[in-house]
């Protein structure tokens, strides 16, 4: 069973706690999008797509719980916005079809986030943007009332990133930072937009002389 397609009618209602952290990311992710083409990936029941929608050129925002696009479709939702059923770490969009992609509160819920981010790699044009905003939990790993609430009704975490973790996952796995913000709520979350750092080859000699043609990411 999907628990997601379970807490898909009640989300939004649940999210209602962190309304500060979701203006932020209603506003900061408007601006940002002006005039882009964007893909949100885990969109829930579309909160954020339908925020950043008028200011966007267009959003197709999924999810991988049929029940949340459900959910997504049933509201008012701009003209430039559509959704669909997918899985974040296979997508059918072809490589270089998008300025933004956005996954806010997922990555730490996927256990194989390293291949979402790849898929995120492919399918963002030369030089765009991922807006990866998530979740985080404090140092030492102690989880907070509502932590431990979400636990208790079934919802898992596979990865319980602290901020610092979380920064490091992304710039291991070949992003650069560019912009970063902590905003505190019922649990604290990380904004962070990020770029891809630049693929060069790398000469590396070997013992015998040799030259292999490893690659490397430099920031
Ligand atoms: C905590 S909710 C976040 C929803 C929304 N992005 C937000 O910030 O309010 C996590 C969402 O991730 C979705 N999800 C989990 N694994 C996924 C995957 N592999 N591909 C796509 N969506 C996934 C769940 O169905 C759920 O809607």
Redesign the pocket.
Known sequence: M?I?NVF?PV?EFS?RTQKNI?DF?YARIAEVAKGKDVL??????G??ARHIAPAAKSVVA????PK?IETALKAKNPDNLSFEV????SLRFADNSFDIVV????LH??PNPEK?LEEIRRVLKDGGLLIA?N?FFREGGKKNLWQKFLSLVGIRFAHEWTEKEYKAFLESNGWKIKMDRVIEGRIDLIYVECILGIQVPLIHSNNSGGVSNLRDTVA
């Open positions: 999907n997601w898909a989300y999210m979701y990311l949100e990936l885990a969109t829930g029941p909160m954020i999924t999810d991988f719980a949340m997918a899985d974040a770490t996954i806010a509160n997922a819920i996927i979402a905003p979740f």
